[in-house]
Structures are given as structure tokens and as C-alpha cells.
């Protein structure tokens, strides 16, 4: 089975900090994904990785960056953490992009609240 | 661009009735479709799948039929129980990404 591994479940960070969300899939997938999901919002994709230092913006990067610098493991970093980053937020990895019948693997999630 | 439409929940059953959550989707292309499913507290995990046309995914009791003439992908399942209860996602993938619809809540009481 895929493991997706998200660092934390919870977190609590104050405005203006800088915060870390690390992520690590253990099945050798080319695709990284980092989505947030908010109460009538669904799910909305920040930011992926078709591989090893590439990235490309999703639907809503502003106020994100992300770092993958090695295959395993795709960080998703708050430059400095406002209360509307509040939410929860989802990794996923998937086998390479040319393979469009495969699905996403999720991690747990982290909820990060910004006070 | 690509864009998934499902039923605003919740959706509230009693055990053993029948289920239907309804799904379409517009899409570019032949993507594939999916149906993720996510418990209190937890990630989103992959209920079924289906590659294309007429193909039916099915996993746990559910169901779902890729339908192109009518663009759909509706999820089914005959008799529910209560540890269904939980929120569904209707998904499909193009060349890269996964767009999402935006869940659907069921409600299953004893």
C-alpha cells in the first residue's frame, strides 16, 4: 500500500511566521500535489511537482511556496502565516502525469490554525 | 476548463436504504474519473475508479458507471450502513491534475 506521510496533524503558528509543511510518499511517484480543504470549498490544489526540483502553481499558490528536493518528500512552506491560511491542508502523490488513470494517494492532512 | 458538479449533501439515509449521489463532470479529452471518500479526522481515500467509457468501478458495495454520452459518473450503493457516513468526493484526471467536486455529506442513521 501507498503511505503517504504527513509530518503533523495539528499545528497552531502565529501571524508573520514562516511555517513548514513536510510531506514524504514512500512509492517512488514522479507527481506530488498539496491541495487545501475549507468548508464550502472543497478541495483546491496550491501547488504540485512532476519531479524532483519542478514545480507548478495550482489554482490559489498566492502566499505559498513549495521546496522538493528530493523525490520522496514535497514541502509546502507559508512565508509568513496569515489567519485566512487557516484550514486544512492535503498531500498527494500519484505515478507520472502521462498515466492520467492514476489516482492520487492522500496523506492524513495537517490542520494548521494561524492565530 | 476541466470542472466537477456534484450533489450538495447532506445527504441523510437510513440504514439499508439505497444510495445515489449524482456527479457530472465537463471535461477536454477522455479523463478518468473517480470517487474518493473521506472519513471524520482523515485524508481522502480512493473508493473506485474508471478509465473510460461504459467502464463501471466498484469497491466496499459501491458503484459508478463512466456515462459519456451524459457526462456523468454517479455513485451507488444498495444497501447502506452507518460506518458509510462520511463525505465523497467525484474527481476527475486529465493529463496532470485532479479536480475536485465539492463533497457530498451522507448521514447514515441506525
Known amino acids: 500500500d501507498v503511505k503517504v506521510t504527513q509530518s503533523s496533524r495539528y499545528l497552531v503558528k502565529r501571524t508573520g511566521e514562516k511555517v513548514f509543511l513536510e510531506c514524504v510518499q514512500d512509492m517512488d511517484h514522479e507527481n506530488m500535489f498539496w491541495y487545501r480543504q475549507d468548508p464550502g470549498l472543497g478541495l483546491r490544489l496550491i501547488y504540485f511537482?512532476?519531479?524532483?526540483?519542478?514545480?507548478e502553481k495550482g489554482d490559489i499558490p498566492e502566499g505559498y511556496s513549495v521546496s522538493r528536493e528530493k523525490k520522496e518528500r514535497f514541502s509546502l512552506i507559508l512565508e509568513s502565516a496569515s489567519t485566512n491560511q487557516t484550514s486544512m491542508y492535503l498531500c498527494?502523490?500519484?505515478?507520472?502525469?502521462?498515466?492520467?488513470?492514476?489516482?492520487?494517494?492522500f496523506g492524513n492532512g495537517t490542520r494548521l490554525t494561524v492565530t | 476548463g476541466d470542472s466537477v458538479t456534484q450533489m450538495e449533501g447532506p445527504v441523510t439515509l437510513s440504514e439499508e436504504a439505497f444510495l445515489t449521489i449524482n456527479c457530472t463532470y465537463t471535461?477536454?479529452?477522455?479523463?478518468?474519473l473517480f470517487w474518493y471518500v473521506q472519513y471524520p479526522g482523515e485524508g481522502l481515500q480512493l473508493l473506485l475508479k474508471a478509465t473510460k467509457a461504459d467502464d463501471k468501478g466498484s469497491n466496499k458495495g459501491f458503484e459508478a458507471t463512466y456515462r459519456k454520452e451524459t457526462t456523468s459518473f454517479h455513485l451507488e450503493k444498495g444497501s447502506v450502513q452507518v460506518s458509510d457516513s462520511a463525505v465523497y468526493f467525484c474527481a476527475l484526471r486529465g493529463y496532470s491534475t485532479l479536480t475536485f467536486g465539492k463533497g457530498t455529506m451522507l448521514l447514515v442513521s441506525p
Open positions: 498527494a502523490s500519484s505515478l507520472s502525469a502521462g498515466r492520467s488513470n492514476s489516482p492520487l494517494h
Open positions: 511537482s512532476y519531479d524532483v526540483k519542478m514545480k
Open positions: 471535461a477536454t479529452g477522455y479523463p478518468s
